[in-house]
């Protein structure tokens, strides 16, 4: 008996035609079964990503080697490399590297400030608000800095009563580095996240062992406490790294647009403000972010990797 | 990217087992000190905006205390459609991720071990490719008749709900005895779907409670995509609002905030009671 005739007798049919026969197909639909069952089982999670994430993500790296005719071309790729989508780069490149390393390091701070209390009610408040404060971001976080540092802001307010209203002094909420200290609100908190676990498994034993062995507290966070968390700090400041990359929204709603960034270029194009003959400008642009953020998360898991030598 | 933290908050939510520091480690002085000063900056910085945004929703053009903007909330044009747009795309996207997620990471689990790092993989993908980038892919592949609905934006926010809800589902998956469970279930003469129904899901309803808020709480704050496919869902809605009353604007916006810190609290304190009781479970087996 043949598969395909295994295929057609159907998993139902147990009606044997003679008594040796049947055990084979009986053996031989089950084991078809087996085969096809995991398939069946996976079909419909691997047919949603395929058309949801594969299908869209192929058809921008196709298109931006495609011109608005159709035809296949560098023209794109060329055009985004120059003038102002390659500002547009450097920009976002610029922002997502101030906004990594910053509020890395000041996360770091908080993270190990929160630590090292002992009030399990700060720490519980603090995951839950690091949890919400990280995932913050667009509409919401553009109106409460507008209340805040706007030109009437709360702070600007107050600070001005000090003389030293911060629209005065060169501050511009709406440019480039306002947007930069609007992202702290959520950069840091994701710091916070990330390296907790980490400042968990800094073990106090190594701690008492330097101590013992006459270290200055200096010395042990040179030689055992730095080296130890500097590739889980690497692998923060990397996903930092993507998470301004990647962040449209919160830039978008607080300049209306008029920073140049790369993800605001897309908009800019998805809105129908480009030259016309130029509309898959908009897929090239996302070629080269996809190709910054491939980069970003390699990098991320070699770091990772190291990082889980010690801690974990 | 949003997309990129719910993975690193859903693992913090989720009460990944962390190392406890030594009670009986001294107290520094100095660390004491400074520790202090480094919560000082922190509190301010954190929570000046949310003062100046309230203070803001409260306040009416005058700058006087006022009620008016959160009074007036429910009657502004436009409101009540993008609120209940916003709440539906919510409930399709909660339902759909379910549907897909729930037996595919359950029969990962069961029969296809191997497959959990391929699905460890596939579902970090929406982290890296970023959502402004997927949005111009779909609006480029997505057929015409789609492209019309709102539900296309549905349809992409279970692709982006994906790390955080496996991620969820999976850790929900390993604190069960899953073969055991079905294996007794199995033998008692229990079908695969009321296996699934009435053993399974009982067992990791509070990783699917708090999959189903943190989906919930992605589709509500939704920008990016929503106002790039021109639909007026509640973020892309105060956007536009804020140029006719931004006191209203501001506190439908406060208001959304503080909805999901509440929804997040209350599953992580969910979470904790529905672990302890499983500890202590297992404690006197």
Do not use: C
């Not at chain 1, 044997?16 to 069946?40: D, I, M, S």
């Not at chain 1, 306002?178 to 990330?194: C, D, E, H, K, R």
């Not at chain 1, 996809?290 to 010690?310: D, E, N």
């Not at chain 2, 436009?78 to 759909?96: C, K, W």
């Amino acid at each position: 008996m043949t598969v395909t005739e295994a295929l057609a007798s159907g998993p139902g049919s147990s009606v044997p035609e003679a008594g040796g026969h049947a055990v084979t197909t009986q053996a031989r639909n089950k084991g078809l079964r087996r085969a096809v069952r995991p398939a069946l089982a996976m079909a419909p999670f691997v047919i949603y990503t395929v058309l949801g994430l594969g299908i869209p993500t192929l058809a921008v790296i196709e298109e931006a080697f495609r011109s608005d005719t159709g035809k296949l071309t560098l023209a794109n790729v060329h055009t985004v490399m120059h003038g102002t989508y390659r500002l547009g780069f450097l920009n976002s490149i610029l922002l997502a590297a101030i906004t990594s390393v910053v509020p890395g390091i000041l996360g770091v701070f908080l993270a190990y400030a929160i630590e090292t209390s002992r009030s399990g009610v700060l720490r519980r408040l603090v995951a839950t608000a690091s949890g919400v404060l990280a995932n913050f971001g667009g509409i919401n976080l553009t109106f409460m800095f507008i209340a805040t540092l706007g030109s009437t802001g709360v702070l600007t307010a107050w600070l001005s009563v000090a003389h030293l209203n911060p629209w005065n002094h060169g501050f511009n909420l709406y440019s480039f580095y306002g947007v930069a200290f609007v992202y702290l609100y959520f950069q840091i908190p994701l710091m916070v996240l990330v390296i907790t676990p980490a400042l968990g498994g800094l073990r106090p034993a190594w701690r008492e062992a330097a101590e013992n062995l006459g270290a200055s507290s200096f010395r042990y966070w040179r030689t055992v406490g730095i080296p130890v968390l500097l590739p889980s700090v690497l692998g923060g400041m990397l996903l930092l790294f993507g998470s301004a990359f990647a962040a449209y929204a919160t830039a978008d709603t607080l300049t209306a647009g008029t920073v140049t960034l790369a993800p605001i270029q897309i908009g800019e194009v998805l809105n129908g403000n480009v030259i016309s003959g130029e509309e898959n400008i908009g897929y090239a642009i996302g070629l080269g972010m996809l190709i910054v953020l491939t980069i970003t998360m390699v990098l991320y898991s070699l770091v990772r990797r190291r990082a889980s030598r010690w801690l974990r | 990217m949003a997309a990129l933290i719910p993975e690193i908050a859903s693992e913090e939510l989720l009460g990944v087992p962390r190392v406890e520091s030594d009670p009986q480690r001294r107290r520094r002085p100095r660390i004491r000190f400074w520790r202090g000063i480094v919560l000082f900056f922190a509190g301010v910085y954190f929570l000046i905006p949310i003062y100046a945004g309230l203070r803001f929703s409260l306040q009416n053009d005058a700058g006087q205390f006022s009620l008016y903007a959160v009074r007036a909330i429910p009657s502004q044009v436009g409101f009540s459609a993008a609120f209940f747009l916003s709440l539906r795309l919510a409930a399709v996207t909660t339902v759909l991720t379910m549907v897909l997620m729930v037996p595919t990471a359950t029969y990962v689990h069961l029969k296809l071990p191997r497959m959990r790092r391929v699905l460890d993989f596939v579902t970090i993908l929406p982290i890296v490719i970023p959502p402004i980038v997927l949005i111009l892919g779909v609006l480029h592949a997505a057929p015409l008749w789609l492209r019309s609905s709102p539900y296309l934006l549905s349809l992409i926010y279970v692709i982006l709900a994906l790390p955080f809800v496996y991620r969820s589902l999976d850790a929900g998956l390993s604190a069960i005895d899953l073969k055991t469970l079905v294996e007794a279930s199995r033998s008692l003469g229990g079908k695969w779907v009321s296996t699934l129904l009435h053993v399974i899901l009982p067992n990791i309803r509070a990783a699917m409670l708090s999959a189903t808020v943190l989906t919930i709480a992605l589709v509500l704050g939704e920008f990016t995509m929503a106002s790039l496919d021109l639909w007026t869902t509640l973020p892309v809605w105060i956007y536009q609002f804020q140029q006719t009353d931004g006191h209203i604007a501001t506190a439908v916006s406060m208001f959304s905030l503080i909805g999901t810190w509440v929804l997040l609290t209350v599953i992580v304190s969910v979470d904790r009671s529905q672990s302890r009781r499983s500890r202590r479970r297992t404690g006197t087996l």
